[in-house]
């Protein structure tokens, strides 16, 4: 809803100047569907722009204050992923657009940075079945972006090891990391998630 969420950050700025905007749009399907894919990249790029275009609009106009932005990517941005093409591809894009819109206004005193997490507890890892190396709970999370933010730190990646080898994936000659693809797990289907209890998932009681 990109009039609404216009009109919301727009009221927020009415009642009190805006410091720091998230902009935290994401979902994640199993099953590559048309619908599906259609769906992620609406959510995952089009949710992000919703709030990021007038957070700008708001900043631009005031000029003064500690404006800045920061946009939800991922890990799985840092390259393409087989075992997840569309999400891969929209976190891709968010990262890329977060990190070159830094240096783009930077002239005008905004801050952006791009975050890219790990496996977080969420509602999108609360479903996974595949396989979640250096998980990690919101609140651990959300202390290490803070912290990053309160530093301008351009991209915020972590858990460290998954940055570091997510990095490394994206250098290799595609044939390697075509090659390192092929052994992903899949993501698992609706219906094979529906078959998967919420202990099993790691979802909190």
Known sequence: DGPGV????HGCEAKAPLERVFANAGVS???????????TFETNIGGMLNTVLPALEIF?????GGRQILLTASIAGYGPLAACPSYSASKS?????ALALRGHCRREGIRISAICPGFVRSRITDRNTCPMPFFMEADKAT????RRADKDVGLIAFPWPMRLATWFLSILPFRLNEAFNRLLPAKASKAQQAQVGPQE???PE
């Open 6 to 9: 216009s009109a919301w950050l």
């Open 29 to 39: 399907t199993g099953e590559e569907t048309a619908s599906n894919v259609r769906t």
């Open 143 to 146: 202390r290490i972006i803070l």
């Open 93 to 97: 894009a968010v990262k890329t657009w």
């Open 201 to 203: 998932l790691g979802s």
């Open 60 to 64: 631009r106009k005031r000029r003064t």
